[in-house]
Nanobody, 126 residues
Framework: QVQLVESGGGLAQTGGSLRLSCAASERTFSSYTMGWFRQAPGKEREFVAAISRNGGDTNYADSVKGRFTVSRDNAKNTVYLQMNSLKPEDTAVYYC???????????????????WGQGIQVTVSS
């Protein structure tokens, strides 16, 4: 399993921006499809975004499409989530995850991912 550590969370105002980073320990980072999930209090963990191994393909949940952008830098073993136009309903603990699956369009279930970060809090105030 690959070890993942998220950073960059915190407090933002409605309409503001935050950028999450997720650093991986694995030297074969580029062999993983990477995903972002979030979990709000009392709710199930939900898919946010995913990016293919070479960064060429991405997939987003409808709720964040057009506002969030996932990217990766394989030289730095890091995946990012740029979050713009934040809304109070974006408040959640955000997790990055790594998957061995090849196709980002079908890699959106929690069970598709074998390694998870510890999560980081994002709070959007109204």
């Amino acid at each position: 399993q690959v070890q993942l550590v998220e950073s960059g969370g915190g407090l933002a105002q409605t309409g503001g921006s935050l950028r999450l980073s997720c650093a991986a320990s694995e030297r074969t980072f580029s062999s993983y499809t990477m995903g972002w999930f979030r979990q709000a209090p009392g709710k199930e963990r939900e898919f946010v975004a995913a990016i293919s191994r070479n960064g060429g393909d991405t997939n987003y949940a409808d709720s964040v499409k057009g506002r969030f952008t996932v990217s990766r830098d394989n030289a730095k073993n890091t995946v990012y989530l740029q979050m713009n136009s934040l809304k109070p309903e974006d408040t959640a603990v955000y997790y990055c995850a790594a998957s061995r699956r090849l196709y980002v369009g079908t890699t959106w279930r929690t069970g598709d991912y074998g390694s998870w970060g510890q999560g980081i809090q994002v709070t959007v105030s109204s």
